[in-house]
């Protein structure tokens, strides 16, 4: 049976309460045929395992894509810069109080005419005086179909009315408050058995929800209700039956609180990492599509939390079967994708996924997230390898992250878009536009016939065969279900420099020559075309993400000046998204209209992933530049974390701090999807940290955290790879690599270069130079005992409190390490 992993873990517990809602809705709304997929953007609809498939769901609003596997629910996806309200730069007809707003997204709304509000105590307090409901309506600034519902429905005047009227309305940037989006989306997909956004959700005064789905045509379709219905048909029931919406509402809610609840069982330890191990790759193998690597067939997703499981897995496994086919998995999937049309040949960076199984089309925006990820994959592809294709892809991605995501603070925004104005004119933006090419713009760029070559062939003639360019264009009509791509071309490598080279009787030189000028002036062209909208705000959490791949890349190539991107981004966290008096994270902040960095106020605190993916890219920057005052840091954010969000009675952490009153819900997030999973970084955080610091409890905490998720671990760890390999990590305990020395002498950068130079996934590296007074030998005092030897840099390596005798050659420390093989003595 097809193994589904999505939130529906729970869905038979909760099965009861929730059907009095599904009827309800069925009645209200009537029951419709799930429609067919009309080729949108956004992630709109989860399915419902097998065996939850007869639910009849609540709404039936259009589907962009109907994912499968679901784990993938929570990936964002779909693009589109601002509507046209918004971006006009004629007077607007309307304007709101979103006006006032930073998120790109709430000020993609704020000429709307509906009376919009933003997530807060003023239209709580409206939605109270008032006794009206609240209609709420959460995306992202990238999220097409959130625009297109934006276009048809909020631009209406005649909705705009009905909405401000009858409701308070509040409009929500999930990305500026994952904590109300998950809350909610909990309660969709709970009720409908799918997910996504947009997601529109009808709510009490005191935010209990009674209904929702996710996007609505403005008018009625054949038997489907169109939103102006759906907002009629609410009215009526909330006037008439509304002490049955709000008893369904609260029932489901209390369900929803028992059946989301993660807690360890009294005397329960952490499941058995290799038997969890070995079931997460079977399961992982059971998906793997072989012929372009990557898993399940299409849409297909680089899920680098995949990828890191199965190079981990190999590393504790080399001499099995699985480890080199997880191996190979891994590895496959990396190289596919790289020479995909998903990766921009041109301007460098991963797009969100492939709308296809060969990685060709793919859905062209462009999330932070994933270029931070994939940078670390890609490194540890070339750790692992040896092979110069993976270091130059993770250097190509963070030349673009450099390039097109940096702010001059040193932080990072969020997202580029998926559609933009074509260059040929026309108001009208389309998906691809800024990335494609027909066959004549390359045949004009590159006219040059080249000396030698067979054929007296062109440039462009050696460029379209390389990367499959064809004069009728190469996308498949059904992977291009608006046309929007007709007679164009998605870049995509069809053959290796070395056939090409053959193919047209040129040296392999010549051919890399001619395929890099040609890219450099197609990469300039590109900077003539209407660049696709940007998302300027910089939330923590993927800034975090981010300053672990500029710190890790920057580390294995020894490359100064990604490690000093690192730096500036770690102080930009530290001046903008910090802030000292109150010791707490803030989720965001913005680029201002004079470029500046700008905070809204009050500023949202920081959740849970905010605080994990910070800590993680602080360790991860002392180990690249082993500079302590990140470390030190690193502990203070890991005491807040413990602070605000640990759960006392049931192990683990909350996604948001469970003294909000506004947030329902209060939920530890059970899988790795398209960012890991906070937990699941928060236990090798309690791991890494606890060897750093001598911390007894954090190693505690680590052991209850997997203990809380030893039934999710079980049963599916596929949903939890991350997870997995922290599990591993605690399973086979750390390695202490500690190298005494001057931080930035030869010798001890040698010695740095044999570590980074392998993958280690369960090691800490450490400095130590003699001095009594310094952040670790105040904590660690053993290594004052691990001391230079012949007054030149020496490396010792510990596990379980036996060290290895100390060595000095750099090589044998490679070796030392690779194999464990070497003299020891007990600490």
């Known amino acids: 049976m097809m193994l589904r992993v999505a939130a529906w873990r729970r869905s038979a517990a909760i099965n009861s309460h929730t059907e009095p809602a599904r009827l309800f809705a069925a009645a209200l709304f009537g029951a419709h045929r799930q429609p067919r997929s009309p080729g949108g953007k956004c992630l709109l609809h989860t399915p419902l395992p097998p065996s939850d498939r007869s639910a009849p769901p609540l709404l039936h609003p259009i589907p962009a894509y109907f994912f499968s596997p679901p784990f993938f629910r929570s990936m964002a996806s779909g693009g589109e810069g601002p509507s046209s309200s918004s971006s006009s730069s004629t007077p607007h007809k309307h304007t709101n109080r979103l006006a006032k707003e930073r998120s790109p997204y709430l000020l993609q709304h704020a000429h709307n005419p509906v009376d919009w509000f933003p997530w807060g105590q003023d239209a709580f307090d409206k939605a109270k005086n008032e006794d009206k409901p609240i209609f709420l309506s959460v995306g992202y600034s990238t999220c097409h179909w959130c625009h297109v519902m934006e276009r048809e429905s909020f631009e209406d005047e005649e909705i705009g009315q009905i909405l401000s009227d009858n409701f308070v309305c509040i409009k929500l940037d999930r990305e500026e408050r994952p904590d109300v989006d998950k809350v909610y989306m909990t309660f969709v997909q709970a009720t409908s058995g799918s997910g996504g956004w947009p997601m529109s959700v009808w709510l009490t005064p005191d935010l209990r929800p009674f209904i929702g789905g996710t996007y609505f045509p403005p008018r009625d379709h054949g038997r489907r209700p169109g939103f102006k219905t759906v907002l009629t048909r609410i009215m009526e029931q909330w006037q008439n039956n509304r002490s049955t919406l709000e008893s369904s509402g609260d029932r489901i809610l209390e369900a929803l609180k028992k059946g989301t609840a993660i807690i360890a069982n009294p005397g329960e330890g952490p ?103 994939l940078a670390v994959a890609y490194i540890t592809a070339s750790q692992v390898s040896g092979e110069p294709l993976f270091a130059d892809v993770a250097k190509d991605i ?112 010549k051919v890399n020559e001619l395929l890099a000028s040609a890219r450099d002036k197609m990469a300039e062209v590109r900077t003539h075309r209407p660049r696709p909208h940007l998302d300027s705000k910089m939330l923590a959490s993927w800034n975090g993400l981010m300053l672990s791949a500029y710190a890790r890349v920057g580390a294995v190539l020894e490359d100064k000046a990604l490690l000093e991107r690192a730096l500036q981004a770690a102080k930009f966290l530290k001046k903008h998204l910090w802030d000292p008096d109150r010791q707490i994270v803030l989720r965001s902040c913005y680029r201002g209209d004079h470029m500046e960095v ?230």
């Open 271 to 373: 499941p058995l990492a290799p038997d969890v191990a070995n079931r997460c790759f079977q399961q992982l193998a059971h998906s793997y599509e072989d012929e372009y690597g990557g898993f399940r067939d299409a849409p297909k997703f680089p899920s680098p939390v995949n990828l890191m499981f199965l190079m981990s897995y190999w590393s504790v496994n080399r001499s099995t079967t699985e480890g080199v086919e997880a191996l190979q998995m891994a590895l496959h999937t990396l190289r596919m994708m790289a020479l995909g049309g998903i990766h921009d040949h041109v301007a460098q960076g991963f797009h969100r996924y492939s709308t296809d199984s060969s990685w060709h089309v793919p859905h062209f925006e462009k999330m932070l997230y994933d270029q931070a990820q």
């Open 398 to 509: 963070l030349l673009y992250v450099s390039r097109d995501l940096s702010d001059k603070s040193g932080g990072f925004y969020s997202a580029e878009d998926a559609d933009s104005v074509p260059a040929s004119g026309g108001k009208e933006k389309r998906e691809g536009a800024f990335c494609v090419w027909t066959a004549s713009e390359v045949r004009e760029l590159l006219p040059d016939v080249v000396g030698g070559a067979t054929g007296a062939a062109t440039q462009a003639d050696i460029f379209m065969h390389h990367y499959g360019v064809k004069e009728q264009g190469n996308v498949a009509p059904e992977q291009d279900p608006h046309g929007e791509l007709q007679g164009q071309n998605v870049l995509i490598v069809r053959y290796s420099a070395e056939l090409t080279a053959a193919r047209f009787g040129i040296s392999l030189e």
């Open 598 to 827: 700008e905070q809204i106020y009050p500023p949202i605190s920081g959740f849970l992933d905010d605080y994990a993916f910070i800590v993680c890219g602080l360790l991860d920057l002392y180990e690249a530049t082993l500079q302590s005052e990140w470390l030190q840091w690193a502990e203070e954010l890991q005491l807040r974390q413990d602070a605000l969000f640990w759960d006392h009675q049931g192990g683990g952490y909350f996604c948001s701090d469970p003294s909000d009153g506004t947030v329902l819900l209060q939920l530890k997030e059970d899988q790795d999807g398209a960012e890991p999973s906070a937990n699941s970084v928060s236990v090798t955080n309690l791991l890494r940290l606890s060897h750093y610091t001598g911390r007894r409890e954090w190693l505690d905490h680590s052991q209850q955290l997997l203990a809380a998720f030893s039934d999710r671990l079980t049963r599916v760890p596929i949903a939890l790879p991350e997870m997995v390999r922290a599990l591993m990590a605690q399973h086979y305990t750390l390695k202490q690599v500690v190298i005494s020395g001057e931080r930035d002498a030869p010798d001890t950068a040698g010695l740095l270069a044999a570590v980074n130079s392998l993958f280690l996934p369960y090691k800490v590296l450490m400095l130590t130079d003699g001095s009594s007074e310094s952040f670790l030998a105040q904590r660690l005092p053993v290594l004052s005992s691990m001391t230079q030897q012949g007054g030149v840099a020496t490396a010792y390596v510990c596990q379980d409190f036996t060290c290895s005798l100390p060595v000095t050659d750099p090589q044998e420390l490679r070796r030392l390490l690779l194999d464990g093989t070497a003299d020891t003595q007990t600490d």
